[in-house]
Nanobody
């Protein structure tokens, strides 16, 4: 079992910054990737960023590339999502998740509870 707890969401103005955190606990030794997803009303949940837990790989969706940065602190078992130059369309519930599979975009089996990010225009 792996438990994920997100924090750092809230209200931010257009053009501002926010940092989300995701603290992992439990059986983390076999985790291969950590990902950040988001879902807004009427839309499917989408993978926006992923990082290899052992380093050496990151992924960003086109919608956040150049504005968001994912990083991890293995000593703290924590993954971060630095959100810069935010836009109203970034408003969503953000989830962190983890997989022990070989692909960064599949088989996420543990999820956090989600944290709301609202960008005001």
């Amino acid at each position: 079992q792996v438990a994920l707890v997100e924090s750092g969401g809230g209200l931010v103005q257009t053009g501002g910054s926010l940092r989300l955190s995701c603290a992992a606990s439990g059986r983390t030794f076999d985790r291969t990737y950590m990902g950040w997803f988001r879902q807004s009303p009427g839309n499917e949940r989408e993978l926006i960023a992923a990082v290899a837990w052992r380093g050496g790989f990151t992924y960003y969706s086109d919608s956040v590339k150049g504005r968001f940065a994912i990083s991890r602190d293995t000593a703290k078992n924590t993954v971060y999502l630095q959100m810069n130059s935010v836009k109203p369309e970034d408003t969503a519930v953000y989830y962190c998740a983890t997989t022990s599979g070989p692909r960064y975009n599949r088989a996420y089996d543990y999820w956090g509870q989600g944290t709301q990010v609202t960008v005001s225009s």
